[in-house]
């Protein structure tokens, strides 16, 4: 996030706040694309997650003079996203969902073969869910929307040390939970490195 998009962030609210719904509709604009990706990955259900992005903008739509300016506008927003989530999660007394289908995720960029990224999609996913809210909160913020730790820390309430935290335990237990995806074959007795 630039000081630029903040500071117009900041004029889009004011304006609003004085009655201008264009710039209400300006501020979905800019954000709807985070704001989904947050949704989708928390509630990993493509109806529930646009649902839940509805209900974002209709809460900050009521309650943008409860916005104090003390962060930035885009913090506060993904804060309303992720808290409307957990409340819609709780609310259908779910914690499990369905995972993604692999043909709406794009591959892994980090994956030397897309197949490979493409493969390994519903075990993360299972891993993902596996995660207390706390730590997949913090790991979906952190990792997969690429937020920086103290935007987290300041959407989650916590401190950036408890984000840390948060994350390293996260990535250790998906790093356990994959360990055995990929295992390097066994070296038979006879074979040698010439």
């Known amino acids: 996030m630039t000081a630029s998009r903040a500071d117009e962030d900041s004029r889009l609210v004011e304006r609003f706040l004085d009655g201008n719904l264009q710039a209400f509709n300006e501020l979905m604009a800019a954000h709807e694309d985070r704001v989904f990706g947050i949704c989708l990955r928390v509630m990993r259900d493509r109806e529930l997650a646009l649902d839940a992005v509805q ?16 962060s930035a506008f885009s913090t506060w927003l993904y804060r309303v996203a992720t808290n409307t989530c957990y409340d819609q999660l ?3 007394k779910r914690r499990a969902a369905d995972p993604l289908p692999d043909a709406t995720d794009p591959a892994d960029p980090h994956s030397d073969a897309a197949f490979a990224a493409v ?5 993360l996913q299972r891993a993902l869910a596996t995660l207390t809210p706390e730590f997949h909160k913090a790991i979906v913020l ?3 929307e690429a937020l920086p730790l103290q935007q987290v820390a300041d959407i989650l309430g916590v401190p ?20 055995n995806q990929n295992p390097e074959p066994q070296r038979r007795n006879g074979d040698n490195d010439a």
């Open 90 to 92: 709780r609310k259908n």
């Open 142 to 144: 952190a990792d997969m």
């Open 119 to 123: 493969e390994l999609r519903p075990d």
């Open 55 to 70: 209900e974002t903008f209709i809460t900050v739509y009521r309650k943008a003079d409860k916005f104090t300016g003390e």
């Open 160 to 179: 950036v040390g408890t984000v840390k935290s948060r994350v390293f335990r996260a990535r250790r237990q998906l790093a356990d939970a994959l360990r």
